[in-house]
């Protein structure tokens, strides 16, 4: 007993056939989304759209938190420099959550021009020699400056050994802990960004709140990352007058190309068909004036869709009369900081917000990194006692939004019907299929067993291609065929060849089955970026495939459910028995126990390595980190004991239903 061979058999390339799916779902939504941007005539037109922009954004990253009427800001030091001076400072966003910040204040009692500086993905964050050159260049030319350590970089680290101090979760200058915190986030129907944004806009309060700062004049810049916490300020807070976001500008068409990732706040939940894109952000500052920096190499924001932006933002601001407030500066460099991008950023601030023309003050020195920490040990989980870390504020968010979630299997007001409709809608389970004609392309004879390898096509516009081993045995009549779904599928053949054996002679027909993605339709590695080579591990293949599915609103984990339950329908019509069986193991687990709750004529479930809860998985410090289990909002009426509670509601129990799980 055996897998496929390549390509099927030989019969069909499925290689790249998950990107290329969806792409293709993409590209309908993209053309919707130009066709909208075409039809706006007038200011009130686009003003309407940009209020559904910020709504539905909000809505995607589960809103944003109350920022604190009287924030705690504690000055923990200050040191004199030539021209300027550097403040160390500490404020709280939330009760015992702690912000590290700089502020570069110049020479003389301002009121200044101030800019909120955002840092992309570095480790060292504010005290990054890139960053330093930035704010000092602005404090010489007269700007108030406050460089903010985002979450999980700088001095605001949150997954290390508290006795090593060895990082837990580490990587990307901070990528690979906010995509940790953000899988746990997407659970409970959030985003990352929302804790970013909001301490992004505390910072907003303190620099408004100086008496040196001139809050008419306010900016805000930052790159990569930090020019996508820009992008977002500038579409949510009105108190900004200026805003540069560099490095961090494309088109959705033109970066879903690439085969780059993004990372967990920078994939708000079907922003696709919602049609925002990286434009939407520009002109959420419309008519005011926004300046985007660019990189002509940049390996991460494809300078075409750098173009098309800036065009699509300046045909809004021409409904505005103020096309001339919309400016590009493009450096011929790969993804960098905004001081490489060269002297066009700090020129446009003097411009628009400063005292007097820029002037380049030439080679800047900068710090030790520790000469600028706020905190004793550059740790602010070591300098509070009482510091709470990201996944306590998770954890809280879970418990407001979804205080009876992780209801007991054995709750009997649970509702198998509302269950079903639940999973139906949060995993987009209700749409027509394509005839199955399924293609038998080799068969053998193997102890008694007939063995045929089948595929077929579970969605055909764009098409899917599935792959499963149907084993059966003559002498066993079949009333209820079994679907298997290993974790790697069919690969795993070779090695379970007495278990399908076993299953065969229980329910005589066994469908050893690969959803899309998985065993003989394993989607090839995307080698980008070529450091990563954990294929199911942040940013590996199934990482990235997971976060295009997201952006599109149809997570793979219910795409996956989608094939398990026309696999169903292929067993049943080979066997022309009503009735079914499911086994899963590991990740195939969660894809037969949400099968089963949808499809009501399975009539036997056994989960085997069932893993735990997403609620559990949302509110641990350390849970299993698995890009294949990537899902939106799954807390709610459709997570594991209320799917298992909706399995007992329909009367399954004792030997219809076994589960064997692994407990985090």
Known sequence: MYGFDDAVNGYYDVADQLSSYLRARASDEFADERDAKRSIDSRREFEARRERVRTDFTTAIGGLPDRPADPSVERRGALDREGYGVELLTFESRPDFHVTANCYVPEGEGPHPGVL????????????????????ELALNGFVVLVLDPLCQGERHQYRDPETGEAVVAGGGGVFAHCYAGQACFYAGANLARYMIHDARCGLDYLLDRDDVDGDRIGVTG???????????SLLDGRIDAAAPCCAVTERSEWLGTGKRIDAEQAPYA???????????????????VCVGAAAWDEYFPIEGVH???????????????????????ADEPHCSVYELGDGIFEWFCDRLGDEPFESHGEISVLDGSDLHCTPDGSVLAAYPSERTIDDLIRAYVHDRHPDAGRSADDDTVDAGAVRQRVVDALGLDREGCDLHPRYVAHDESDGLEVDHVFFKTERDPEVVVTGVLVSDPDVETESPAVVIYEDGTEELADRRDEVASLAGEYGTVFAFDPRGVGAVRHREIPIPAWVDDYDGIYGTEFKLAYDALLLGAPLVGMRVYDVLRALEFVRSQTDCGRATLVGEGVGAYHALYAAVVDTDVETVDLRALGPSFREMAT?????????????????????????????????????LRVDRVEN
């Open 117 to 136: 500086f955002l840092c992309g993905h570095v480790d060292a964050a504010k005290a990054d020699p890139w960053n330093q050159r930035a704010a000092v």
């Open 223 to 233: 790159t990569s990352g930090g020019g996508i916490q820009t992008l977002y300020l």
């Open 271 to 289: 922003a696709i068909p919602r049609g925002i894109n990286f434009d939407d952000f520009l002109t959420g500052m419309a008519p005011r004036p």
């Open 308 to 330: 098309e932006s800036v065009r699509r933002a300046r045909q809004v601001y021409d409904l505005y009369e103020a096309r001339e407030n919309v400016d590009l500066v493009v």
């Open 620 to 656: 641990s410090r350390e849970y299993p980190y698995d890009a294949r289990l990537t899902a939106f909002d799954v807390l709610e009426d459709c997570d594991v004991p209320q799917l298992l509670a909706a399995l007992e509601d329909r009367g399954l129990v004792g030997q219809n």
